[in-house]
C-alpha cells in the first residue's frame, strides 16, 4: 500500500522558513492524485495548510498560509514539498503528508478524502 514519509521539521524563530519534504510511494503518485498538508496542534483538530494535484496544477491555499507558504512537487512526481516562508507562532504543530486517489475537488480541505497519511513532522515557531 502507499506510503508518505514527511521529514523537514525543526525549531525556527518568528520570520524565519522552513522546507518541507514528503516521499511519496509509487502506488501513490503513478494514478491520480491530490497531495496535501495539514497540520494539527493539540488544542485543535486537523487543519488543512495546502494542496496540489499531482499533474503540478490547481494549487490550494488555506487563508493563514496565502502567500507565505508554497505547495510543489518534483518532476519525478515522488516528492512534495512545502516551502514555508515568514513564519508565525500560530504556524507551529505537526504538519502531515496526505494523498486522496483523485485530484482535488473543491472541498479539498475535508480530511476524509485523503486515505494516505504520513507520520508528520513537528514544526515550532518561537518569539
Known amino acids: 500500500q502507499g506510503q508518505l514519509v514527511e521529514s523537514g521539521g525543526g525549531s525556527v524563530q518568528t520570520g524565519g522558513s522552513l522546507t518541507l519534504s514528503c516521499a511519496i510511494s509509487r502506488d501513490i503518485y503513478y494514478g491520480n492524485a491530490c497531495m496535501a498538508w495539514f497540520r494539527q496542534t493539540p488544542f485543535k483538530e486537523r487543519e488543512a495548510v495546502a494542496a496540489?494535484?499531482?499533474?503540478?496544477?490547481?494549487?490550494n491555499y488555506a487563508d493563514p498560509v496565502q502567500g507565505r507558504f508554497t505547495i510543489s512537487q518534483g518532476n519525478a512526481k515522488n516528492t512534495l514539498y512545502l516551502q514555508m516562508n515568514n513564519l508565525q507562532v500560530e504556524d507551529t504543530g505537526i504538519y502531515y503528508c496526505a494523498a486522496a486517489q483523485h485530484f482535488c475537488m473543491a472541498d479539498w480541505q475535508i480530511t476524509a478524502w485523503y486515505n494516505y497519511w504520513g507520520q508528520g513532522t513537528q514544526v515550532t515557531v518561537s518569539l
Open positions: 496540489i494535484n499531482n499533474d503540478g496544477r490547481s494549487e
